[in-house]
């Protein structure tokens, strides 16, 4: 169980383009799901957290209108980069919070890489 | 400001051996501490998690340690295999914060053979 799909796993797109990436859970539903960016060889930075049916939570330095977030249902949510630039380029990964038992915690999609020309 | 801090930053360990990574955090807030592993290419996954009322959880060849006194955490791989050759990220969560992690910077293990 407790199993979260990213598609697409790699892209590549031109600079000034737009990218959506989706993040699903296939087998729970979450009401909070987190949006993450990691570079090479560094932790996971958090960009936004993302509940369902409301206006996502953007950390602080995270630009809001160039990372749409939008938490539709609660096995989808799915982030956009609008006008997106070289220094955009970088490892995305999402994640999904449940609760099971006494277990409170996040699964982890396998992450998009996003390679902007 | 880093909540989780993590060491070491890179382990070699030789197979067979013991690998083992320590946290430390600020937060008593914290009241849950995963510990994830993560592949080149991949995203993290859940390996093991233990809560502040338990000193120790062991699962297989993974075991936590943990300090609520002295506010530490530590994990233990024992019998390290090659394919444990990963990087591991501990880090706190905060129930009122809606699941939120404060991961550590992270550990880049390399086991030999």
């Known amino acids: 169980g407790a199993v979260v799909s990213q598609h697409p796993s790699r892209v590549i797109c031109k600079s000034g383009t737009s990218v959506k990436i989706e993040c699903r859970s296939l087998?729970?539903?979450?009401?909070?799901m987190f949006w993450y960016r990691q570079f090479p060889k560094k932790s996971l930075m958090l960009m936004a957290t993302?509940?369902?049916?409301?206006?996502?939570?953007?950390e602080q330095g995270v630009e809001k209108d160039k990372f749409l977030i939008n938490h539709a249902s609660l096995t989808l949510s799915t982030l956009t980069v609008t006008s997106a630039h070289p220094e955009d380029s970088s490892f995305y990964i999402c994640?999904?919070?449940?609760?099971?038992?006494?277990?409170?915690?996040?699964?982890f999609g396998p992450g998009t890489r996003l390679t902007v020309l | 400001q880093q909540q989780v801090k993590q060491s070491p930053q890179s382990l070699i360990v030789q197979k067979g051996g013991i690998s083992i990574i320590n946290c430390a955090y600020e937060?008593?807030?914290?009241?849950?501490f995963p510990w994830y592993q993560q592949f080149p290419g991949k995203g993290p996954a859940l390996l093991i998690a233990?809560?502040?009322?338990?000193s120790e959880k062991k699962e297989g060849r993974f075991t936590i340690s943990f300090n609520k006194s002295a506010k530490q955490f530590s994990l233990h791989i024992m019998d390290s295999q090659p394919g444990d050759s990963a990087t591991y990220f501990c880090?706190?969560?905060?129930?009122?914060?809606?699941?939120?992690?404060?991961f550590g910077r992270g550990t880049q293990l390399t086991v030999w053979p």
């Open positions: 994640s999904a919070r449940t609760s099971w038992g006494d277990t409170d915690t996040q699964y």
């Open positions: 087998d729970f539903q979450a009401t909070t």
């Open positions: 937060n008593t807030a914290f009241d849950y």
């Open positions: 233990i809560r502040p009322d338990v």
């Open positions: 993302s509940n369902e049916g409301s206006k996502a939570t953007y």
């Open positions: 880090a706190g969560v905060r129930g009122s914060t809606l699941g939120r992690l404060y």
